[in-house]
């Protein structure tokens, strides 16, 4: 008996410790642990570790390639990375085999490393290949920076050469196949959410898997140093939205294919805005990617749910399209003639077009940012020029400005009064 209420007492006891369930809904289903910052070794197997260094990491913005390579090939069980010096951004990692491949170290993916903290490890590498070379894309942020990368083994200790900048970085690595291998568990887990009844458990556990996945998805194609082929974003934009319209309105699928749209949306302005290093995007590529995704927006029935979305953010891109045109045209250093003839180009798509048609504004934009640079440079130009030709030009642009809709009379008015201003002293309009 007395033993029965020391165990009572203590089964009691045992309980307080614990939080009681939420009155009314069901309390969520606990989440998985998070992974420890160092994975457990295998059973059973020894790690023997060797230790390899990043000196003068590159400031440049978008950071620079770096290779530490192996002395001797050997299968490593995992990494981790810290800082020796100063803070950086650690962009990607990735470990290349004997066989010239390349695996992704997905936990180092876009990390920031201080000095003050503890090491990054990635995760355990499930492949039995040899490894020759580890190679981390870098930036120091603010002054000097040194990365340490610790290797471990189960065969012997890794030694790491010292790490070495590899010249003329030239953005061959892209996502493109790792995405594609990250959809496959958000379709997998969008498949069992669609088949699930509506506000089931077992909806609720597929939403919170999904929710994972799609997060884990954005934060790997954010990575800054490396990129996703244009022709891949198209079809990733192109394929959210259609499942996006295609999935069960008000299930756990419908916000998770709108965060992916939005997500590669948005990864691509912030390339356009920031021009990173391998997601440059000149001005045609914008505008054939603008009118892909017109087309796309043409296709959809009118009540699709994601019509709506798409249509902003292919009006942005296409809006984007005359500031990066500016740019180009300022680096391209054209002749009178040369800017002329752009302007002249765009100025014609501008007039043929009809009034709301998608690149009508964009068009007439471009044409005013070419006859802009044509305009300073015939300023240079005619100081050279000889009487005969300011003449013809004259005569050229005078018929020009008695056109109606051929050419722009404010364009042909201001060529005129550059002409005239040196040829006479004093501008022909005012």
């Known amino acids: 008996m007395l033993l029965s209420r020391v165990l009572l007492f203590v089964l009691a006891g045992a309980q307080i410790s614990f939080a009681a369930p939420e009155v009314g809904n069901k309390p969520d289903l606990p989440k998985p642990p998070a992974p420890p910052s160092e994975p457990t070794p295998p059973p059973g197997e020894t790690q023997y570790e060797g230790v390899g260094r990043i000196d003068q990491v590159t400031r440049e913005k978008g950071g620079d390639l770096y290779r530490l390579d192996l002395i001797k090939t050997l299968p490593l069980v995992r990494i981790e990375a810290k800082s020796r010096l100063g803070r950086m951004k650690v962009y990607s990692v990735s470990l290349v085999t004997d066989k010239n491949e390349k695996v992704p170290v997905r936990q180092l993916m876009g990390v920031n490393v201080d000095e003050p903290m503890a090491p990054i490890s990635s995760e355990i590498f499930q492949t039995k290949t040899g490894i020759v070379a580890i190679e981390v894309l870098a930036e120091a942020m603010g002054g000097e920076a040194a990365l340490e990368i610790k290797a471990f083994s189960t065969k012997e200790a890794p030694r790491l050469a010292l790490g070495s900048r590899i010249p003329a970085f030239s953005c061959k690595r892209n996502l493109d196949a790792l995405l594609k291998d990250k959809l496959d568990p958000v379709q997998l887990w969008v498949g069992r959410a669609e088949a699930a009844a509506p506000g089931s458990v077992q909806e609720k556990f597929a939403g919170n898997q999904l929710r994972d996945q799609v997060k884990d998805f954005i934060a790997t194609m954010n ?28 299930g756990v699928s ?8 939005t997500g590669t949306y948005d990864m691509l302005i912030v390339s356009i805005q920031n021009e990173l290093p391998c997601r440059k995007f000149p001005s045609a590529e914008l505008i054939k990617m603008a009118m892909d995704f017109n087309k796309k927006h043409q296709s959809m029935p009118a009540d699709a749910r994601g019509r709506a ?70 300023k240079v130009e005619v100081k050279m020029m000889d009487i005969e030709q300011k003449y013809q030009l004259i005569v050229e642009y005078q018929a020009k400005y008695n056109s109606n809709n051929e050419f722009p009379q404010a364009v042909a008015m201001r060529y005129l009064n550059i002409l005239s201003e040196e040829t006479f002293g004093y501008p022909m309009f005012y």
């Open 223 to 250: 990575t800054g140093g490396t990129f996703t082929s244009t022709p891949y974003i198209l079809t990733l934009m192109n394929f959210f939205v259609d499942q996006y319209n295609a999935v069960r309105g008000g």
């Open 254 to 261: 419908e916000p998770a294919y709108k965060s992916l749209l």
């Open 309 to 378: 979305l798409f249509a902003t953010m292919m009006s942005k891109v296409r809006d984007y399209a005359p500031d990066q045109y500016r740019k180009e045209l300022a680096a391209a250093n054209m002749t009178f003639r040369e800017a002329d003839a752009e302007g002249t180009k765009y100025y014609k798509m501008y007039v043929g077009s009809k009034d709301g048609d998608f690149l009508k504004d964009t068009n007439k934009n471009m044409s005013a940012y070419a006859f802009m640079i044509a305009e300073q440079a015939l």
